[in-house]
């Protein structure tokens, strides 16, 4: 029989119960640091109830972690400490996250050629973690891997895809949370009929189709939720402002020169919000952050598209550049004064799950003496097969008193994206 240590009370499922060794592992500092990583940073300047952080998220997503591993199709694959272990790597799969979670990730990149996720794997196998679970008698590699969805236990692929797929715990949490905490209702999820309704199909995490207009809801709750919070123009030119304001004092907060875990653990929201407030090269963006006087959104323009290549020509930077400095000069504006933004670029929120890539979410049918038969969800679901392609929204920021001249230039400029390449949403 599972005995749990005590209940941590969740605003949106609830109680959640947890074990000894999980009350151990959330105790650590790790994880309490997530206290201090607020879950969507920039979007508290158009939703003030958005400062929900990443330590409840990775409590939720440990919750429905385990709800998946032990609903009537999965649980005979796993067993108890199978189950324990996916719980774990739930919990922890965000400890890698930098200040202002995913925004931080554009110095990761740039600068590192890191991603979160070898952060994750990092600090699992190199922190006081590594001791932790040793101690309880896990491996951490196995969790650490895992934790990213990059265990691939031979037979068991689906436990990676548990935290990192299509339909995954991660985002079954971040879309009913960040809409319970920004209060941008956009439709009922029942993220619980999707959980039950999950099973093995060769090797892969599948869902049934009794479950489609679950399905068909958290597809459109994804996409609302890109363009309602993740990529609000208000909310991101926040982010834009903290990702400009991170690369200029880079060097002198050594934010990409830390060696160990203990020192990349040392950066939160709070220590590199004072910091920057602090660093010369900085201090006048955090001071207008500070005053909500935020970069404009001098020009817009969203478009969708089954083709990769119109959606991702933006996202090199030499080309963004260019574009950049010819807006600049038909405005007759200093270049630094303009930013294209679009929401391929590593600095916006979710990166890796908002954008809506040609994909099949794998779904079955299943028959009366309980056989599974594979299905395509395009022809079965006509809003899947509208929505699959390529989602983009391309903007051009700049200050107030050069907004009207730069979107004037920019109108001039990228006016001839092709209509085909453009949906009104």
């Given at each position: 029989m599972r005995l749990y240590w005590g209940e941590i009370k969740d605003p949106?499922?609830?109680?959640?119960?947890?074990?000894?060794?999980?009350?151990?592992?959330?105790?650590s500092f790790p994880v309490q640091r997530l206290r201090r990583l607020r879950q969507l940073a920039g979007s508290e300047y158009v939703y003030p109830g958005a400062n929900h952080t990443r330590f409840e998220h990775s409590v939720g997503v440990m919750y429905l972690a385990g709800l998946l591993a032990e609903n009537p199709y999965l649980s005979s694959y796993f067993s108890e400490e199978d189950y324990q272990t996916i719980r774990i790597a739930a919990l922890l799969h965000d400890v890698g996250h930098g200040p202002f979670s995913h925004i931080f990730e554009h110095l990761l990149e740039k600068f590192l050629k890191k991603t979160h996720e070898d952060m994750n794997v990092w600090i699992v196998q190199k922190s006081e973690l590594k001791d932790i679970l040793s101690k309880l008698g896990y491996d951490p590699n196995m969790i650490a891997k895992l934790s990213v969805g990059w265990l691939r236990k031979p037979g068991k692929a689906f436990m990676d895809q548990i935290i990192r797929s299509a339909v995954d715990v991660d985002k079954l949490d971040f879309v009913v949370r960040d809409t319970f905490h920004t209060g941008a209702q956009y439709g009922y999820v029942d993220i619980f009929r999707l959980i039950h309704m999950i099973d093995v199909l060769d090797e892969n995490l599948a869902v049934d189709l009794g479950a489609l207009s679950a399905l068909e809801s958290f597809i459109i709750a994804r996409i609302e939720s890109f363009k309602s919070i993740y990529f609000h123009r208000v909310g991101r030119a926040a982010q834009l402002m903290l990702a400009m304001a991170m690369e200029k004092a880079k060097d002198e907060l050594g934010l990409v020169a830390f060696k160990t875990p203990e020192e990349y653990l040392a950066f939160n929201d709070y220590t590199v919000w004072t910091g920057l407030k602090q660093c010369e090269k900085s201090r006048r963006i955090i001071e207008d952050?500070?005053?909500?006087?935020?970069?404009?959104?001098?020009?817009?323009?969203?478009?969708?598209?089954?083709?990769?290549?119109?959606?991702?020509?933006?996202?090199?930077?030499?080309?963004?550049?260019?574009?950049?400095?010819?807006?600049?000069?038909?405005?007759k504006v200093n270049p630094e004064s303009v930013v294209i933004d679009v929401p391929t670029l590593p600095s916006v929120p979710y990166r890796h799950s908002v954008l809506l890539e040609p994909m099949e979410i794998p779904v079955f049918r299943r028959t009366k003496d309980g056989g599974k038969v594979?299905?395509?969800?395009?022809?079965?679901?006509?809003?899947?097969?509208?929505?699959?392609?390529f989602m983009n929204i391309l903007r051009v920021y700049t200050d107030e008193k050069n907004r009207e001249k730069v979107g004037e230039a920019a109108s001039k400029l990228l006016g001839g994206i092709p209509s085909s390449a453009k949906i009104s949403f």
């Open positions: 949106v499922f609830g109680y959640v119960y947890i074990t000894e060794a999980e009350k151990e592992i959330i105790d952050l500070e005053k909500r006087k935020l970069l404009k959104c001098a020009y817009e323009q969203t478009f969708y598209v089954k083709d990769k290549t119109v959606s991702s020509i933006f996202t090199v930077e030499g080309f963004r550049n260019q574009i950049r400095d010819q807006i600049a000069s038909k405005a594979p299905q395509r969800l395009s022809d079965l679901s006509s809003i899947f097969d509208v929505l699959r392609g």
